[in-house]
């Protein structure tokens, strides 16, 4: 692939933090100057890319319910994205968390985990409103995203008064000082203006060239790389790629951990874009075809569990009608399933007793009252990869 020179994409600033000399990096507006190469391998990779992300969204088309699996999927993002943030948080933590028949559930880090599906659904509902994809839009998402907990002293939805800093202990020693508070603004305002360019960059590209210009810009205390990886999924979704928000870049950004930084590193420091666009258009490729493979394997299993819950004759309608509520929230009180099914709590209780002898649900408190179920096969399909044991 032929990489057109262009060394760094932006200019130094000294400036004093702390009191201490520290060299804070403003980029160049995009797009990157010389144009984007795209040659090599890049259009087979852009083409892999937009083929598998309509894969995806064609199958949000064929679904029987699209609801129940965005349900999944946000929330499985909302746990990834934050674990990469350095929560501990896991699926399970966040469904428990948002049951309000289980009071004590442990705070902490699955508040900034529940934060995060807020502001996504927040952020895709101001889209549909008709507001634009735009810094106040991403204020208004910021604002949502640290509403609560840890961050919520941060400044939520503003753009930064003072110095951040990415690694290391203070700006002196760190990896990257982002720009200076005064310069952010501007740069947001060209990030904006890009966002809307139409002139021929393939939407794909145009969401790898934002992704890590915002990352670059830093401009928020707290929160910015859960909502820099947000803004890809809303950019695919204003521009018409994606139906619905089915797409997340968390997972293959925390098994790639190293190689994006490294990447976005070479972004700033000798202008390599291509080398980074390469490496999303990968991640898009790897992700979609993943959110394809587990929709499927979770529509076999729905289909397996039914025939299974169908041999059991008189008992399986409500068995059924149970199964039904649990495709919908894998993990669920007792009293919640009773209601949602609309029967008696004995028969709610019976039919719950039928799937837990079929091995397809189980008590997860151990309790006598107050007994929540999960849809153990779902969950652990759902929740592959976000093991808080895996690092991130």
């Not at 008064?161 to 760190?174: D, E, L, V, Y």
């Not at 929709?295 to 004759?313: M, N, P, Q, T, Y």
Request: aromatic residues 6%; glycine residues 10%; hydrophobic residues 40%.
């Amino acid at each position: 692939m032929r990489v057109p020179r262009r060394g760094p994409t932006g200019r130094y600033e000294v400036t004093k933090v702390r009191g201490e000399s520290v060299r804070a990096f403003i980029p160049d507006p995009l797009p990157p100057a010389p144009p984007l190469s795209l040659d090599g391998s890049l259009p087979l990779l852009l083409e892999q890319g937009v083929a598998s992300l309509g894969r995806l969204d064609g199958l949000s088309m064929l679904l029987p319910d699209t609801e129940l699996f965005l349900y999944g999927y946000v929330r499985k993002e909302a746990v990834l994205s934050s674990q990469i943030e350095g929560t501990r948080s896991s699926l399970s933590d966040l469904l428990l968390h948002e049951l309000e028949e289980v009071p004590g559930v442990p705070l902490g880090d699955v508040v900034e985990v529940s934060n995060y599906v807020a502001a996504l659904e927040h952020g895709l509902r101001r889209l549909r409103e008709g507001l634009p994809l735009s810094g106040r839009l991403l204020r208004e998402i910021h604002g949502v995203l640290l509403a609560r907990g840890r961050g919520s002293e941060k400044e939520p939805g503003a753009f930064r008064r003072s110095q951040n800093w990415i690694g290391g202990t203070r700006p002196g020693n760190a990896a990257f000082v982002p720009a200076p508070p005064h310069a952010v603004a501007g740069a947001m305002s060209d990030l904006e203006r890009f966002l809307h360019r139409e002139e021929g960059m393939p939407v794909l590209v145009r969401a790898a060239l934002a992704h890590a210009q915002f990352e670059t810009i830093h401009p928020f205390l707290d929160g910015n790389g859960r909502l820099g990886r947000l803004l890809v999924t809303f950019l695919l979704c204003h521009a018409g790629m994606l139906r619905e928000p089915l797409l997340y870049l968390s997972l293959y950004l925390k098994r790639n951990r190293e190689e994006y930084y490294r990447l976005l590193d070479r972004v700033r420091t000798d202008g390599n874009w291509e080398a980074w666009v390469g490496f999303f258009l990968e991640g898009v490729r790897e992700t979609a075809e993943g959110a394809v493979s587990t929709a499927k394997r979770l529509l076999l299993l729905f289909e397996e569990d039914r025939r299974r819950i169908g041999k059991r004759g008189r008992a399986a309608g409500s068995a059924l009608r149970v199964h039904d509520v649990l495709k919908q929230r894998p993990l669920t009180a007792l009293q919640e399933i009773r209601r949602r099914a609309g029967l008696s709590f004995p028969a709610a209780s019976s039919a719950m007793s039928l799937l837990v002898d079929l091995g397809i649900a189980r008590e997860i408190t151990g309790k006598k009252r107050n007994r929540v179920f999960g849809y153990t096969e779902y969950v652990a399909i759902l929740g592959e990869g976000t093991e808080p044991a895996g690092g991130g």
